[in-house]
C-alpha cells in the first residue's frame, strides 16, 4: 500500500517478530528521564519559562498553521490504523490498541501525580489552547500509534513519521496546550508504550527484507538466486541462504543498518551482560565482518578446514555482507551419527591445529562443526569465527578445549571423551583445562544440552582428575553455622537493642506526621535509585577479575550476597559464595580469594580518600558534639565508640584474638598485594576504583532521595561525608550489614546536618529498608538463578 507515491509497509504481514534488547534499554531511559520531568514540571524553571515566552512570541497569524501541524499527527495515526487493517494486519492493529491503552493509562496517573488532580482526558486529546496540561495527552496518544507502527513502515515513512511527530510536538507547545517539558514527556511516553507492547510480541524491525539482500548481492558483483531465510538464525545478523550462478550454495551474513543487535548498545549487552562464548566483540558492522573474515582466512590458511570467504563489503545503504561458501553438513544435524568417534579424532586434531596457529574459536559445539567426506573419509570444518580471537590466551584455549571435551562427552560419553582429550592434549593440558568444566565456559547450546542430556560436570572433572591420578580441582563449600556466625548473631542482638534506645526517645506523633507530609513518588524514586549501587559493585568486581567476566552472572552474585549477609551472618559464607562463583569461571582458590581481597580493599581505599578529600577541601565536617546526651541518635553512637574501644582492647590483650586478627589481615593484605601486582590494565584500574567511586556516590545520592521526600535538602558532600564515614565505622564491628550501627550513625549525622531526629530516623530507615533489607528478597532468587545455572 502506498501513499502519495511512498510505500507504506516494509514487508509482507507475516514478517518474522522478534524481542530486541534495545527495546529494553528503551523503556528503562525513557521511564527515567520521565520521572526526571516529572520531578522539574511544577513549577517550570527559569529556562521552561524563558522558552515558553520565547515561543509565545510568533505573530498571532501562525496559529492556523500550528493547528494544522497537529492536526496532521492525528491523521497520520489514523491513516495507519485504517491502512493496518484493510491490510489485515490484524497483529499490528492489536499491537496500536494496546500501545494507545498503555500510553492513556500511564498518562492520566502520571498527570494526576504531577499536577494533583485528574486530567479531563477528552478535553487534553482535543486541547490547543492554554491553560498547558502536564504531559502533552494529545501528542501522547497519538505519537505512540506511530512509535508502534515504526517497525512495519517503509524507510521514508519512517522518517516521514518522526517530521510528524516532533513538528507536531512544537506545535502544541507554541498554542500552549502544553509546556516543553510536557511535549518531552508526552514523547518519552509514547516511546515507552511502543517498547512495551513490541517486548511483549516482538517486532519485525532488525532485518533487511530479502529484496534488499537480493539488491546489495548485486552491488557486490554476486550473480545469486533463491534467496531464503536460514532455518537457523543467529543474534545480531540476518543469515540468508541462497544459490550462486552455477547452482552452489551460498550463505550470506547480512548485518544491516536496522539489525538491532548490531548497534552499539545491544552489542555491548550482549558482550558485558552475557559475555556468551561467540558474543560478537566488535561494536561495528564492519569491524564484525572484517574480524569475521580474517580469521576465517587465517584459519584456512593455517591447515584448517573451513567456509570459504567468497567476498565481503559494504553496500550503499550501509549494510555489512559477508558471502561464504558453505561445507559439508552441520555436525547437529546429521541423523547417522554412526562415525562420531571418527568425527572426534579429526576435531581434537583440527583445534591442536587451530590453537598452534593462536587462534580461539570459542563456540565448539555441534552447532559449529561440519562435517564433511573428502575421497570416501571422514574430516570435518569449523564454521562461523564471529566469536573467534587471534593470539589467544591460554585461559581462552583451555575454555576452548572445555567446550570440545563438552561436546564430545555428548557424542561418545564421558569416559571416551575424556580418553580422546588426554591422548590429543596430554596429560598435563588435560589437568589445565578440568577448572574450565564449568557452565559459564559453554556455549548456550551446550548449557541446553547439559541440563537435557543430565550431564554432571562435577562428575566429569572429578572422573578426569582421577584418570591422571590428581586431586580434582577443589571448589570452595558453602559454609552454614559455625561458632562465628553464633557470635555474630549474639552482636546482632545488641546492635537492636542499641538502635531500641534511638527508637525510644523517638516522638511517634511527630513521626506520623512527618510521614503523612511524605512525597511518595520521590520516596519510590529513592527506592529503585538504592538499587543501582549493586550494578557499579559488579563493575569493580569486572575491573577485580583476572579473567574477563560476564556481567549478568556478576550482578546476580551482588544480589546473592546481600541475601547471604542477612541469612547466614558470617563473613566465611559470604567469602565461600564469592570463591565458589570464581572457581567456577575456572579460577584457583588462591586468585579467587585474591579477587575478593582486592575489590575490598579498592573499596577501603576509596572511602578513605574520599573522606580525606572531603575534610580537607569542602566545607564538611565531622563535628560531633557529645553534650547532646538527651539526643538518642548521640547515645547510640557512644555506645557503639564504646564496644568498638572493647572489641580492639580484647583483640590487644588476648594473645589468641590477636595472632587471629594479626594473622588475617596479613593474609588478606598479602592476597591483596598479590592481586594488585597483575593490575597494569587501565580498562581493570578503572573499573575497580570508578566502580567503588560510584557505588559511593550512589548510596549518597540514594540517602539523599529520601532526605528530600521529607522536605529537606543536604548536599551531596555532606552526604557523602555522613555515609562514608558510618560505613567505615560500621566496618570495624563484625555486624553483617552493620545492623543497628549503620542506622544509628546515619541518624546522627542527618541529625548534625539539620534534620530533626525523629524525621532523620524515618529518613534512614527508608534508605536501609531499600539498600539492605529489602534487596535480599530478589537476592534469594539470585541465589537460586546461580545455583541453577552451575554459577555456584
Same mark, same amino acid.
Given at each position: 500500500?502506498?501513499?502519495?507515491?511512498?510505500?507504506?509497509?516494509?514487508?509482507?504481514?507475516?514478517?518474522? $517478530?522478534?524481542? /530486541?534488547?534495545?527495546? @529494553?534499554?528503551? +523503556?528503562? &531511559?525513557? =521511564?527515567?528521564?520521565? #520521572? *526526571? %520531568? !516529572?520531578?522539574?514540571?511544577?513549577?517550570?524553571?527559569?529556562?521552561?519559562?524563558?522558552?515558553?515566552?520565547?515561543?509565545?512570541?510568533?505573530?498571532?497569524?501562525?496559529?492556523?498553521?500550528?493547528?494544522?501541524?497537529?492536526?496532521?499527527?492525528?491523521?497520520?495515526?489514523?491513516?495507519?490504523?485504517?491502512?493496518?487493517?484493510?491490510?489485515?494486519?490484524?497483529?499490528?492493529?492489536?499491537?496500536?490498541?494496546?500501545?494507545?491503552?498503555?500510553?492513556?493509562?500511564?498518562?492520566?496517573?502520571?498527570?494526576?501525580?504531577?499536577?494533583?488532580?485528574?486530567?479531563?482526558?477528552?478535553?487534553?486529546?482535543?486541547?490547543?489552547?492554554?491553560?498547558?496540561?502536564?504531559?502533552?495527552?494529545?501528542?501522547?496518544?497519538?505519537?505512540?500509534?506511530?512509535?508502534?507502527?515504526?517497525?512495519?513502515?517503509? $524507510?521514508?515513512? /519512517?522518517?516521514?513519521? @518522526?517530521?510528524? +511527530?516532533? &513538528?507536531? =510536538?512544537?506545535?502544541? #507547545? *507554541? %498554542? !500552549?496546550?502544553?509546556?516543553?517539558?510536557?511535549?518531552?514527556?508526552?514523547?518519552?511516553?509514547?516511546?515507552?508504550?511502543?517498547?512495551?507492547?513490541?517486548?511483549?510480541?516482538?517486532?519485525?524491525?532488525?532485518?533487511?527484507?530479502?529484496?534488499?539482500?537480493?539488491?546489495?548481492?548485486?552491488?557486490?558483483?554476486?550473480?545469486?538466486?533463491?534467496?531464503?531465510?536460514?532455518?537457523?538464525?543467529?543474534?545480531?545478523?540476518?543469515?540468508?541462504?541462497?544459490?550462486?550462478?552455477?547452482?552452489?550454495?551460498?550463505?550470506?551474513?547480512?548485518?544491516?543498518?536496522?539489525?538491532?543487535?548490531?548497534?552499539?548498545?545491544?552489542?555491548?549487552?550482549?558482550?558485558?551482560?552475557?559475555?556468551?562464548?561467540?558474543?560478537?566483540?566488535?561494536?561495528?558492522?564492519?569491524?564484525?565482518?572484517?574480524?569475521?573474515?580474517?580469521?576465517?582466512?587465517?584459519?584456512?590458511?593455517?591447515?584448517?578446514?573451513?567456509?570459504?570467504?567468497?567476498?565481503?563489503?559494504?553496500?550503499?545503504?550501509?549494510?555489512?555482507?559477508?558471502?561464504?561458501?558453505?561445507?559439508?553438513?552441520?555436525?547437529?544435524?546429521?541423523?547417522?551419527?554412526?562415525?562420531?568417534?571418527?568425527?572426534?579424532?579429526?576435531?581434537?586434531?583440527?583445534?591442536?591445529?587451530?590453537?598452534?596457529?593462536?587462534?580461539?574459536?570459542?563456540?565448539?559445539?555441534?552447532?559449529?562443526?561440519?562435517?564433511?567426506?573428502?575421497?570416501?573419509?571422514?574430516?570435518?570444518?569449523?564454521?562461523?569465527?564471529?566469536?573467534?580471537?587471534?593470539?589467544?590466551?591460554?585461559?581462552?584455549?583451555?575454555?576452548?578445549?572445555?567446550?570440545?571435551?563438552?561436546?564430545?562427552?555428548?557424542?561418545?560419553?564421558?569416559?571416551?571423551?575424556?580418553?580422546?582429550?588426554?591422548?590429543?592434549?596430554?596429560?598435563?593440558?588435560?589437568?589445565?583445562?578440568?577448572?574450565?568444566?564449568?557452565?559459564?565456559?559453554?556455549?548456550?547450546?551446550?548449557?541446553?544440552?547439559?541440563?537435557?542430556?543430565?550431564?554432571?560436570?562435577?562428575?566429569?572433572?572429578?572422573?578426569?582428575?582421577?584418570?591422571?591420578?590428581?586431586?580434582?580441582?577443589?571448589?570452595?563449600?558453602?559454609?552454614?553455622?559455625?561458632?562465628?556466625?553464633?557470635?555474630?548473631?549474639?552482636?546482632?542482638?545488641?546492635?537492636?537493642?542499641?538502635?531500641?534506645?534511638?527508637?525510644?526517645?523517638?516522638?511517634?506523633?511527630?513521626?506520623?506526621?512527618?510521614?503523612?507530609?511524605?512525597?511518595?513518588?520521590?520516596?519510590?524514586?529513592?527506592?529503585?535509585?538504592?538499587?543501582?549501587?549493586?550494578?557499579?559493585?559488579?563493575?569493580?568486581?569486572?575491573?577485580?577479575?583476572?579473567?574477563?567476566?560476564?556481567?549478568?552472572?556478576?550482578?546476580?552474585?551482588?544480589?546473592?550476597?546481600?541475601?547471604?549477609?542477612?541469612?547466614?551472618?558470617?563473613?566465611?559464607?559470604?567469602?565461600?559464595?564469592?570463591?565458589?562463583?570464581?572457581?567456577?569461571?575456572?579460577?584457583?582458590?588462591?586468585?579467587?580469594?585474591?579477587?575478593?581481597?582486592?575489590?575490598?580493599?579498592?573499596?577501603?581505599?576509596?572511602?578513605?580518600?574520599?573522606?580525606?578529600?572531603?575534610?580537607?577541601?569542602?566545607?564538611?565536617?565531622?563535628?560531633?558534639?557529645?553534650?547532646?546526651?538527651?539526643?538518642?541518635?548521640?547515645?547510640?553512637?557512644?555506645?557503639?565508640?564504646?564496644?568498638?574501644?572493647?572489641?580492639?582492647?580484647?583483640?590487644?590483650?588476648?594473645?589468641?584474638?590477636?595472632?587471629?586478627?594479626?594473622?588475617?589481615?596479613?593474609?588478606?593484605?598479602?592476597?591483596?598485594?598479590?592481586?594488585?601486582?597483575?593490575?597494569?590494565?587501565?580498562?581493570?584500574?578503572?573499573?575497580?576504583?570508578?566502580?567503588?567511586?560510584?557505588?559511593?556516590?550512589?548510596?549518597?545520592?540514594?540517602?539523599?532521595?529520601?532526605?528530600?521526600?521529607?522536605?529537606?535538602?543536604?548536599?551531596?558532600?555532606?552526604?557523602?561525608?555522613?555515609?562514608?564515614?558510618?560505613?567505615?565505622?560500621?566496618?570495624?564491628?563484625?555486624?553483617?550489614?552493620?545492623?543497628?550501627?549503620?542506622?544509628?550513625?546515619?541518624?546522627?549525622?542527618?541529625?548534625?546536618?539539620?534534620?530533626?531526629?525523629?524525621?532523620?530516623?524515618?529518613?534512614?530507615?527508608?534508605?536501609?529498608?531499600?539498600?539492605?533489607?529489602?534487596?535480599?528478597?530478589?537476592?534469594?532468587?539470585?541465589?537460586?538463578?546461580?545455583?541453577?545455572?552451575?554459577?555456584?
Amino acid at each position: 500500500m502506498t501513499l502519495n507515491g511512498i510505500r507504506l509497509f516494509a514487508g509482507p504481514v507475516d514478517d518474522p $517478530r522478534a524481542r /530486541r534488547a534495545s527495546d @529494553v534499554i528503551q +523503556v528503562v &531511559l525513557s =521511564a527515567f528521564f520521565l #520521572v *526526571i %520531568l !516529572g520531578i522539574i514540571a511544577v513549577p517550570p524553571t527559569t529556562i521552561e519559562r524563558a522558552l515558553i515566552t520565547f515561543l509565545g512570541s510568533f505573530p498571532d497569524f501562525l496559529d492556523g498553521l500550528w493547528q494544522a501541524l497537529s492536526d496532521v499527527l492525528i491523521l497520520a495515526a489514523i491513516a495507519v490504523v485504517i491502512a493496518s487493517a484493510v491490510r489485515r494486519r490484524l497483529s499490528l492493529v492489536r499491537d496500536l490498541i494496546l500501545a494507545v491503552v498503555v500510553a492513556f493509562g500511564v498518562a492520566l496517573v502520571f498527570g494526576r501525580i504531577v499536577e494533583g488532580h485528574w486530567l479531563p482526558a477528552w478535553d487534553t486529546l482535543r486541547q490547543v489552547e492554554p491553560p498547558p496540561w502536564f504531559p502533552g495527552l494529545r501528542i501522547a496518544a497519538f505519537a505512540t500509534v506511530l512509535l508502534t507502527a515504526r517497525p512495519h513502515l517503509s $524507510r521514508p515513512a /519512517r522518517r516521514l513519521s @518522526v517530521w510528524l +511527530v516532533g &513538528l507536531a =510536538a512544537v506545535s502544541v #507547545v *507554541i %498554542l !500552549g496546550a502544553t509546556t516543553p517539558t510536557g511535549a518531552i514527556a508526552a514523547l518519552l511516553l509514547a516511546s515507552t508504550a511502543a517498547a512495551i507492547v513490541h517486548l511483549v510480541f516482538g517486532s519485525c524491525e532488525g532485518n533487511p527484507g530479502l529484496p534488499e539482500v537480493a539488491a546489495a548481492l548485486a552491488q557486490l558483483g554476486v550473480d545469486a538466486h533463491d534467496l531464503g531465510a536460514a532455518d537457523r538464525q543467529q543474534a545480531g545478523l540476518f543469515l540468508v541462504k541462497a544459490q550462486d550462478a552455477d547452482g552452489d550454495p551460498l550463505k550470506v551474513k547480512v548485518y544491516g543498518r536496522d539489525a538491532h543487535d548490531t548497534q552499539l548498545l545491544a552489542t555491548l549487552w550482549r558482550t558485558v551482560w552475557y559475555r556468551e562464548p561467540g558474543s560478537p566483540i566488535w561494536v561495528g558492522r564492519r569491524q564484525q565482518v572484517a574480524n569475521e573474515g580474517f580469521v576465517t582466512l587465517l584459519a584456512a590458511q593455517a591447515g584448517v578446514k573451513t567456509e570459504t570467504v567468497v567476498t565481503a563489503g559494504v553496500t550503499t545503504r550501509d549494510d555489512a555482507l559477508l558471502v561464504l561458501r558453505p561445507i559439508g553438513t552441520i555436525w547437529a544435524d546429521l541423523d547417522d551419527r554412526s562415525h562420531d568417534e571418527q568425527v572426534v579424532e579429526k576435531l581434537w586434531e583440527a583445534t591442536n591445529r587451530l590453537h598452534d596457529a593462536g587462534i580461539t574459536h570459542g563456540q565448539l559445539d555441534e552447532e559449529h562443526v561440519s562435517v564433511i567426506a573428502v575421497d570416501g573419509e571422514l574430516d570435518i570444518a569449523f564454521v562461523d569465527f564471529r566469536g573467534a580471537e587471534v593470539a589467544s590466551s591460554d585461559d581462552r584455549i583451555r575454555s576452548d578445549n572445555a567446550q570440545l571435551v563438552v561436546t564430545c562427552t555428548q557424542a561418545l560419553g564421558p569416559e571416551r571423551a575424556l580418553a580422546t582429550a588426554r591422548r590429543a592434549l596430554g596429560d598435563e593440558e588435560t589437568n589445565a583445562l578440568l577448572p574450565f568444566l564449568q557452565l559459564p565456559a559453554l556455549t548456550r547450546s551446550q548449557r541446553g544440552a547439559v541440563r537435557r542430556d543430565e550431564i554432571d560436570l562435577d562428575e566429569l572433572r572429578n572422573a578426569g582428575a582421577a584418570d591422571l591420578g590428581v586431586e580434582p580441582p577443589e571448589l570452595q563449600q558453602l559454609q552454614r553455622v559455625t561458632k562465628g556466625t553464633l557470635l555474630q548473631a549474639g552482636l546482632m542482638v545488641i546492635a537492636f537493642f542499641a538502635l531500641f534506645r534511638v527508637v525510644s526517645g523517638i516522638d511517634f506523633d511527630e513521626l506520623r506526621k512527618s510521614l503523612g507530609e511524605a512525597i511518595w513518588w520521590i520516596v519510590v524514586l529513592g527506592f529503585v535509585v538504592a538499587q543501582t549501587p549493586r550494578v557499579t559493585q559488579s563493575l569493580s568486581t569486572l575491573g577485580a577479575s583476572p579473567i574477563p567476566l560476564p556481567l549478568g552472572p556478576v550482578y546476580a552474585l551482588q544480589l546473592a550476597a546481600s541475601y547471604v549477609n542477612l541469612a547466614i551472618p558470617s563473613s566465611a559464607a559470604r567469602i565461600a559464595v564469592n570463591v565458589r562463583f570464581f572457581q567456577r569461571h575456572g579460577l584457583a582458590t588462591g586468585s579467587a580469594l585474591a579477587v575478593g581481597a582486592l575489590d575490598g580493599f579498592s573499596g577501603f581505599v576509596v572511602q578513605a580518600m574520599l573522606l580525606v578529600s572531603l575534610l580537607l577541601f569542602t566545607s564538611a565536617s565531622l563535628d560531633i558534639d557529645f553534650n547532646s546526651a538527651a539526643s538518642g541518635a548521640a547515645k547510640l553512637l557512644v555506645t557503639i565508640i564504646v564496644v568498638v574501644v572493647i572489641v580492639l582492647l580484647l583483640v590487644l590483650i588476648v594473645p589468641k584474638l590477636r595472632r587471629s586478627a594479626f594473622s588475617r589481615v596479613k593474609s588478606l593484605a598479602g592476597e591483596a598485594i598479590k592481586a594488585f601486582h597483575g593490575l597494569r590494565s587501565p580498562r581493570r584500574l578503572g573499573l575497580l576504583f570508578g566502580g567503588n567511586l560510584a557505588t559511593e556516590l550512589l548510596f549518597a545520592t540514594a540517602l539523599g532521595i529520601f532526605v528530600r521526600a521529607f522536605g529537606y535538602s543536604i548536599g551531596l558532600g555532606d552526604l557523602v561525608l555522613i555515609n562514608v564515614s558510618v560505613a567505615l565505622l560500621a566496618g570495624l564491628l563484625p555486624v553483617p550489614g552493620g545492623i543497628g550501627v549503620t542506622e544509628g550513625g546515619l541518624i546522627y549525622g542527618l541529625t548534625a546536618a539539620g534534620m530533626p531526629e525523629t524525621t532523620a530516623f524515618a529518613a534512614v530507615i527508608f534508605y536501609r529498608m531499600a539498600s539492605f533489607y529489602v534487596p535480599p528478597i530478589w537476592g534469594f532468587f539470585a541465589l537460586r538463578w546461580l545455583e541453577k545455572n552451575k554459577h555456584l
